[in-house]
């Protein structure tokens, strides 16, 4: 059974740092692209950053360029999200997820798995 388990969120001040992770498990995803999604209430879902299977490649939303770096470790098959600078309009459930390809993507349909999230809030 696939599972993607995020930690590492919580309530920060507003320019403070977290760091979240997402583990994968039941399956190796080392070449596939995974990426982060955020939504907030009453929002729709959002892209944050996808790295593709290598780290090679990377995407970035605007909102969190120059802020955010997302990173894998394919030998533990966990990706990150280390996030700077954070403001009260980061304040979202932010999700890791598995894409189809090895190159991932900044459209949320073209992933198959997804986790169950974690909370981040940004107090102002």
């Known amino acids: 059974q696939v599972q993607l388990v995020e930690s590492g969120g919580g309530l920060v001040q507003a320019g403070g740092s977290l760091r979240l992770s997402c583990a994968a498990s039941g399956r190796t995803f080392s070449r596939y692209g995974m990426g982060w999604f955020r939504q907030a209430p009453g929002k729709e879902r959002e892209f944050v950053a996808a790295i593709s299977w290598s780290g090679g490649t990377i995407y970035y939303a605007d909102s969190v360029k120059g802020r955010f770096t997302i990173s894998r470790e394919n030998a533990k098959n966990t990706v990150y999200l280390q996030m700077n600078s954070l403001k009260p309009e980061d304040t979202a459930v932010y999700r890791c997820?598995?894409?189809?390809?090895?190159?991932?993507?900044?459209?949320?349909?073209?992933?198959?798995?997804w986790g169950q999230g974690t909370q981040v809030t940004v107090s102002s």
């Open positions: 997820a598995v894409d189809t390809l090895s190159t991932g993507s900044r459209r949320a349909n073209e992933y198959r798995y």
